[in-house]
C-alpha cells in the first residue's frame, strides 16, 4: 500500500557503473528523511503518484537514457499521464561524453508528464570513449557529488516549503 506524502521527494536511479548510483545516494544524503530512493526498477505508478517531486539519477548510454531507466518511464508513463500535472523534477546525469542526447530524452518525457523543471541539468562527464573506460566502475568527484547534495537539499527544502 502507497501511503501518499507530496511532501516527500522521489529519486530514482539507474547505473551501472556506480556513477549516477553515487549520485543519487547523494542526493538523498542532502535531502535527508524526506527522500525516498529508490532503484528505478522498483519505481511503480503508485511511487509516483505518492511523491511531491522528482529527481531522476541515470547514465547516458549510446547517447540516449539507460534502458532501465527508460522501462521506469515505460512501464509507469500512462498509468500517471494526467495525474501528476505541474509536479517539481529535476536530473542528475552520469555521462561517457556530454549527456546531452539523454537529458533530451529525459525532459521529452517529463515534458509529456507536463513536470516543472526546477532546477539546471547536473551531468557529469566521465570522459569515458573506450570500452574498458566506459565499462569501468566510475568514482565521482567529490565537487559533484557535493552539487548532488545540494541539488537533492535544495529540491527537499522547496517541497517542504510549498515553493514547488
Request: hydrophobic share 55%; glycine share 16%; charged share 15%.
Given at each position: 500500500m502507497i501511503v501518499s506524502d507530496r511532501a516527500h521527494l522521489l529519486i530514482a536511479w539507474h547505473s551501472r557503473t556506480g556513477a549516477s548510483e553515487a549520485?543519487?545516494?547523494?542526493?538523498?544524503?542532502?535531502?535527508?528523511?524526506?527522500?525516498?530512493?529508490?532503484?528505478?526498477?522498483?519505481?511503480?505508478?503508485?511511487d509516483l503518484l505518492a511523491a511531491g517531486g522528482y529527481l531522476f539519477a541515470a547514465p547516458e548510454n549510446l547517447a540516449t537514457l539507460s534502458g532501465a531507466m527508460k522501462e521506469l518511464f515505460d512501464r509507469c508513463y500512462y498509468p500517471v499521464l494526467g495525474r501528476i500535472e505541474g509536479r517539481p523534477y529535476a536530473s542528475l546525469i552520469?555521462?561517457?561524453?556530454?549527456?546531452?542526447?539523454?537529458?533530451a530524452q529525459l525532459d521529452r518525457i517529463c515534458t509529456g508528464w507536463r513536470l516543472r523543471r526546477v532546477a539546471a541539468p547536473v551531468i557529469v562527464n566521465f570522459a569515458a570513449q573506450t570500452p574498458e573506460a566506459i565499462l569501468a566502475q566510475k568514482r565521482v568527484?567529490?565537487?559533484?557529488?557535493?552539487?548532488?547534495?545540494?541539488?537533492?537539499?535544495?529540491?527537499a527544502e522547496g517541497l517542504a516549503q510549498g515553493i514547488f
Open positions: 549520485l543519487a545516494h547523494a542526493a538523498a544524503g542532502g535531502a535527508g528523511p524526506e527522500a525516498r530512493l529508490m532503484p528505478a526498477a522498483a519505481v511503480m505508478p503508485g552520469a555521462a561517457g561524453s556530454d549527456g546531452s542526447g539523454a537529458q568527484a567529490e565537487a559533484d557529488l557535493t552539487a548532488a547534495r545540494e541539488l537533492g537539499a535544495a529540491l
